[in-house]
């Protein structure tokens, strides 16, 4: 019976499982290999960018494939495949590329609707009448239209993409430059006005481009081509190829190492908002020359990536601040409590009207005038000279012990999401990118817990102790039966802690996109126990489909990180 057992999970009726042929090409720049089909599971090994690998099982939304460690499991979100289904079936899986996808009871949209599916969705098409595909999802089936479905053959698991040998010309600023045709795929980089990029493809909605050595996917709508006869008349400007790959630096004093690894040797420094040309990408390291002509290389996640171009170029005289971070808030007056005017986007460039403390006074678009902190920008002279003065609260970091305590862990997944999210490895994947920032700023970083592992709350609160903790933060994220609750709260309980809460919070609250709940006392063990400095942060609620969809993605997870770390520059500067 047993055996039975084990067996049925691979049958063909079940529609999970399907032995395949064929391999995968990973499509991100470091892709974890677990143990088994799930987040959950252990990782057995990392592969990166353009590494292709045998296929040899599928299950669900995961391949498993032979690599030098072993036989691994890989998301199928994070690759790009080319299989062979080794059963004769006339149905083949799918997933739907957009949110709120109706699914109908007939090929039409007067038909009536049976239930909604979301982006990443995985279906089984099971048949087509004209642009309408039969679909099942979780036992229900429907009809939905082709357009909102991705893979329709069983040999891709994106749309299909139609050849374009074009070169493009980028008509708005801090447009983002994703690694798959979809608002939900992971950032690469940006592309501001004016900059010039070959298209490869497309798809609908979509242009794929050349972006340094990789493809890349941009808007269809920040695009235009040249009709033949631009206005330079030259030949030469007119079959011109995309300029080079920049990285703008987003973090102050970036070690600069002679390999691709944190144990290289330091070479230089480098300042945030300052820009390189990227010479070479390595497992996510990338290769800079330094004004001295030595060349070393730089983690790619403290790298926002764009291109150089003319179009940048200006003849003013006076300084541009270039903003560092989406959703960086311009205000109408020089303080954090001042109105938000406008939420500006990394990469965009304002002009300096005058300064005021540590705020820049810029001009808008529309001529109006706004405030921008001057800790979360670039600035330049009209030459392109890096005039961003040394701010009087840079350093306090350096030697701080902090101990990152990711909410969870093991047996204890925390809260569950409104979509299967689970909370215990959100918590990780913030706890690791904001011990990254910190360890970039010379602090000393202690981990609660490095992998998904239970610990228990007498325990984190003993590691505070025993390093004699100079700031202790638990990050989680929030759940409640409401699901339209939203927002992002910042808890402490003895006196003592409230000075630590009130600055990150207010970096949070000036950075990130959600809802501020406020700084409030909360009766939690790990910092009701804790005698040293230490807050708990709910960067927001699983709960809430919107707000679940939104902490997930890169960008958010990033902001979040860095909220917190000028959160805690702020604190130890005071």
Same mark, same amino acid.
Do not use: C
């Given at each position: 019976m047993l055996i039975v057992l084990l067996l049925l999970p691979f049958q063909t009726g079940g529609g999970n499982v399907h032995a395949e042929t064929g391999k995968v090409t990973i499509s991100v720049s470091t892709l974890n290999v677990r143990t088994g089909p799930g987040l959950s599971y252990s990782v057995l090994t990392k592969v990166h960018r353009g590494e292709e690998y045998k296929i040899v099982d599928t299950q669900k939304d995961w391949y498993k494939v032979k690599t030098d460690s072993g036989e691994g499991w890989v998301a199928d979100w994070l690759v790009s495949a080319e299989t062979a289904v080794s059963e004769d079936s006339s149905t083949h899986e799918a997933r739907v590329n957009t949110d709120g996808l109706r699914v109908r009871t007939g090929p039409s949209t007067s038909d009536g609707v049976v239930t909604v599916l979301h982006n990443g969705d995985a279906v089984n098409v099971t048949d087509e009448d004209g642009e309408w595909l039969l679909i099942e999802s979780g036992g229900t089936r429907g009809w939905v239209h082709s357009q909102y479905v991705s893979g329709k053959d069983s040999t891709s698991s994106t749309p299909s993409?139609?050849?374009?040998?074009?070169? *493009?010309?980028?008509? =708005?600023?801090?447009?983002?430059?994703?690694?798959?045709?979809?608002?939900?795929?992971?950032?690469?980089?940006?592309?501001?006005?004016? =900059?010039?990029?070959?298209?490869?493809?497309?798809?609908?909605?979509?242009?794929?481009?050349?972006?340094?050595? =990789?493809?890349?996917? %941009?808007?269809?709508?920040?695009?235009?081509?040249?009709?033949?006869?631009? =206005?330079?008349?030259?030949?030469?400007?007119?079959?011109?190829?995309?300029?080079?790959?920049?990285?703008?630096?987003?973090?102050?004093?970036?070690?600069?190492? +002679?390999?691709?690894?944190? @144990?290289?040797? %330091?070479?230089?420094?480098?300042?945030? *908002?300052?820009?390189?040309?990227?010479?070479?990408e390595k497992n996510n390291w990338y290769q800079i020359k330094l004004e001295n002509g030595n060349k070393g290389w730089i983690a790619g996640w403290y790298v926002q990536k764009t291109v150089t171009a003319a179009a940048h170029e200006t003849n003013s005289t006076h300084e541009n601040v270039t903003i560092l971070y989406n959703g960086t808030n311009i205000r109408s007056e020089a303080n954090t409590g001042a109105s938000v005017l406008k939420r500006a986007a990394s990469g965009e460039s304002f002009p300096v009207n005058s300064?005021?403390? +540590?705020?820049?006074?810029?001009?808008?678009?529309?001529?109006?005038?706004?405030?921008?902190?001057?800790?979360?920008?670039?600035?330049?002279?009209?030459?392109?000279? @890096?005039?961003?003065?040394?701010?009087?609260?840079?350093? *306090?970091?350096?030697?701080?012990?902090?101990?990152?305590?990711?909410?969870?862990?093991?047996?204890?997944?925390?809260?569950?999401?409104?979509? *299967?999210?689970?909370?215990?490895?959100?918590?990780?994947?913030?706890?690791?990118?904001?011990?990254?920032?910190l360890k970039s700023a010379g602090a000393k970083v202690i981990m609660t817990r490095k992998t998904d592992e239970y610990l228990s709350l007498p325990s984190r609160v003993s590691l505070s102790h025993y390093y004699q903790a100079d700031a202790f933060i638990s990050i989680h994220f929030d759940s409640i039966m409401d699901s339209s609750i939203a927002g992002h709260t910042t808890y402490y309980y003895h006196n003592q802690q409230k000075e630590l809460a009130d600055d990150i919070h207010g970096s949070l609250s000036d950075r990130l996109p959600t809802l501020d709940r406020g700084v409030r006392i909360g009766d939690y063990h790990v910092i009701r126990e804790n005698n040293r400095p230490a807050v708990l942060l709910e960067l927001g609620f699983l709960s809430n489909p919107t707000e679940e969809a939104n902490v997930n993605t890169q960008y958010f997870q990033d902001l979040a990180a860095t909220a917190i770390y000028h959160g805690l520059g702020d604190y130890f500067s005071e």
């Amino acid at each position: 019976m047993l055996i039975v057992l084990l067996l049925l999970p691979f049958q063909t009726g079940g529609g999970n499982v399907h032995a395949e042929t064929g391999k995968v090409t990973i499509s991100v720049s470091t892709l974890n290999v677990r143990t088994g089909p799930g987040l959950s599971y252990s990782v057995l090994t990392k592969v990166h960018r353009g590494e292709e690998y045998k296929i040899v099982d599928t299950q669900k939304d995961w391949y498993k494939v032979k690599t030098d460690s072993g036989e691994g499991w890989v998301a199928d979100w994070l690759v790009s495949a080319e299989t062979a289904v080794s059963e004769d079936s006339s149905t083949h899986e799918a997933r739907v590329n957009t949110d709120g996808l109706r699914v109908r009871t007939g090929p039409s949209t007067s038909d009536g609707v049976v239930t909604v599916l979301h982006n990443g969705d995985a279906v089984n098409v099971t048949d087509e009448d004209g642009e309408w595909l039969l679909i099942e999802s979780g036992g229900t089936r429907g009809w939905v239209h082709s357009q909102y479905v991705s893979g329709k053959d069983s040999t891709s698991s994106t749309p299909s993409k139609k050849s374009e040998n074009e070169q *493009g010309i980028i008509t =708005d600023n801090a447009l983002n430059v994703r690694n798959s045709p979809s608002l939900q795929s992971s950032v690469l980089g940006v592309l501001n006005k004016g =900059d010039k990029v070959e298209v490869t493809g497309s798809v609908t909605g979509w242009y794929e481009i050349e972006f340094g050595n =990789d493809k890349a996917w %941009i808007s269809e709508s920040y695009v235009e081509f040249s009709d033949g006869a631009d =206005d330079a008349g030259s030949d030469e400007e007119s079959t011109s190829t995309p300029e080079d790959l920049v990285g703008i630096i987003t973090v102050h004093g970036l070690n600069v190492r +002679d390999e691709t690894s944190l @144990n290289g040797r %330091i070479v230089g420094k480098v300042s945030k *908002g300052e820009k390189y040309k990227l010479l070479k990408e390595k497992n996510n390291w990338y290769q800079i020359k330094l004004e001295n002509g030595n060349k070393g290389w730089i983690a790619g996640w403290y790298v926002q990536k764009t291109v150089t171009a003319a179009a940048h170029e200006t003849n003013s005289t006076h300084e541009n601040v270039t903003i560092l971070y989406n959703g960086t808030n311009i205000r109408s007056e020089a303080n954090t409590g001042a109105s938000v005017l406008k939420r500006a986007a990394s990469g965009e460039s304002f002009p300096v009207n005058s300064k005021n403390g +540590d705020w820049y006074e810029v001009e808008l678009p529309d001529g109006s005038a706004g405030f921008v902190a001057g800790w979360v920008v670039s600035v330049r002279s009209a030459a392109g000279e @890096n005039t961003t003065p040394t701010r009087k609260k840079s350093g *306090g970091l350096q030697d701080k012990v902090i101990v990152i305590d990711p909410g969870h862990g093991g047996r204890d997944s925390g809260t569950t999401g409104a979509s *299967g999210t689970l909370e215990k490895l959100l918590t990780m994947k913030t706890g690791e990118l904001l011990a990254e920032k910190l360890k970039s700023a010379g602090a000393k970083v202690i981990m609660t817990r490095k992998t998904d592992e239970y610990l228990s709350l007498p325990s984190r609160v003993s590691l505070s102790h025993y390093y004699q903790a100079d700031a202790f933060i638990s990050i989680h994220f929030d759940s409640i039966m409401d699901s339209s609750i939203a927002g992002h709260t910042t808890y402490y309980y003895h006196n003592q802690q409230k000075e630590l809460a009130d600055d990150i919070h207010g970096s949070l609250s000036d950075r990130l996109p959600t809802l501020d709940r406020g700084v409030r006392i909360g009766d939690y063990h790990v910092i009701r126990e804790n005698n040293r400095p230490a807050v708990l942060l709910e960067l927001g609620f699983l709960s809430n489909p919107t707000e679940e969809a939104n902490v997930n993605t890169q960008y958010f997870q990033d902001l979040a990180a860095t909220a917190i770390y000028h959160g805690l520059g702020d604190y130890f500067s005071e």
